[in-house]
């Protein structure tokens, strides 16, 4: 073995990694941190693979073996992220027709509490007239810049923090019954209630923001986790129609988001349209989708985009739906939760100890 082969090898076993982690269930905060740059990933190990075929001499049955794990790790993460590109099927479909009174419009923002260009946000909510707006680890600073918006929105949740899980809801369309909750860690809010559409249609709705796993935030992903799947498995989507938006500090391609999407049955508009990465903003090629919007299958998507930045980690991002009870034998809903998978998520959400029965 040649210093060539050497060194191709031990970056061929280093590759491997990030793909054995994230198909465990071990949530240590650096093991999950696997699941978010699969983009990045998947295009090291066709660099590596690339080095790879052009390095071994193919003389030694070895030489198959790395060559065939690089190739069956390629091909995992290309699954995971595959339904994410303009190449898959949409799991939503488009909105048809031209007038309707049952449209809803969201921009949801990550503002980043230091951050001071509320200018720029403001312009875009000028610009875009969401119906919505939800904005996250804002504190009493963003809170008195927004409050020109107030004339617009006379609808409101203020949840002013410092400790970068503040959380703002501006509405021009009537909340209804709205509770804020600390479904698992006592400082960490999320908001739920409903919101009446134009056509008198209520919809249900869920504003999160859980704490990542990272060794600066929560050791291990379980009370994320363990928010999101607790929130899924208390979708009613068969008795109302539901909207949940928000940072979730989770990529859309992970086991987390993926078995919340099978619990709920919410779906992703994303699917069949890209990646729509919003995080982060000062790293072009480290970037992954946080920011997210699910709903039931009686929404069709008018548009959907990532705005430009406003000087936050996050890039804000803007959607358009149109409620059309229609779409639902049209547009297929995600597969259910098998029932070692619902085991997992009870275990999940067990060890998250929510503080709620429902929400």
């Known amino acids: 073995m040649n210093i060539s082969e050497i060194i191709i090898t031990c970056i061929s076993l280093l590759m491997l990694i990030p793909t054995i ?12 941190g696997f699941d978010f740059p699969r983009i990045q990933i998947s295009f090291l190990i066709v660099i590596v693979l690339s080095f790879a075929i052009i390095t071994y001499s193919f003389k ?61 946000l403001i312009v875009h909510v000028l610009k875009n007239q969401p119906d919505m707006l939800l904005t996250l680890e804002t504190d009493h600073y963003w809170e008195n810049e927004l409050k020109v918006l107030e004339a617009d929105y006379p609808y409101t949740v203020k949840i002013p923090k ?81 909207l949940l938006f928000g940072d979730l500090n989770d990529v859309a391609w992970s086991r987390t988001t993926q078995l919340f999407q099978k619990l709920s049955g919410l779906m992703d508009p994303r699917i069949g349209r890209g990646f729509f ?5 000062g790293y072009a090629l480290f970037r992954w989708p946080l920011d ?10 008018i548009e959907i985009t990532r705005l430009t930045s406003i000087d936050s980690d996050h890039f804000p991002m803007f959607i358009k739906l149109n409620y059309e009870p229609r779409a639902e034998i049209m547009q297929d809903e995600p597969e259910e939760a098998d029932g070692d998978e619902k085991e997992w998520a009870d275990e999940k959400i067990k060890n998250g100890n929510p503080k709620n029965t429902e929400v």
């Open 21 to 32: 982690a994230s198909m465990t269930k071990f949530d240590q905060w650096w093991v999950r």
């Open 60 to 120: 030694e049955f070895w030489h198959f073996i790395i060559i065939g794990f690089l190739f069956i790790s390629l091909i995992y993460q290309s699954i995971r992220i595959f339904p994410y590109t303009i190449y898959s099927k949409k799991q939503v479909l488009a909105f048809q027709e031209k007038d309707s009174k049952g449209t809803i419009s969201i921009l949801v923002s990550n503002v980043l509490t230091p951050n001071r260009s509320s200018g720029k």
């Open 162 to 242: 410092d400790n970068f899980y503040g959380m703002h809801l501006y509405s021009k369309l009537k909340l209804e019954e709205i509770e804020v909750k600390y479904i698992i860690e006592n400082d960490i809010p999320s908001i739920h209630g409903y919101v009446r559409l134009d056509n008198g249609k209520k919809i249900k709705i869920h504003c999160l923001h859980p704490k990542p796993p990272s060794p600066t935030e929560n050791d291990t992903s379980t009370n994320r986790d363990a928010e999101l799947l607790f929130v899924g498995r208390n979708v009613k989507k068969d008795q109302e129609s539901v």
């Open 277 to 281: 990465n919003t995080f982060h903003t």
């Open 292 to 301: 997210h919007v699910f709903h039931t299958n009686d929404f069709t998507l």
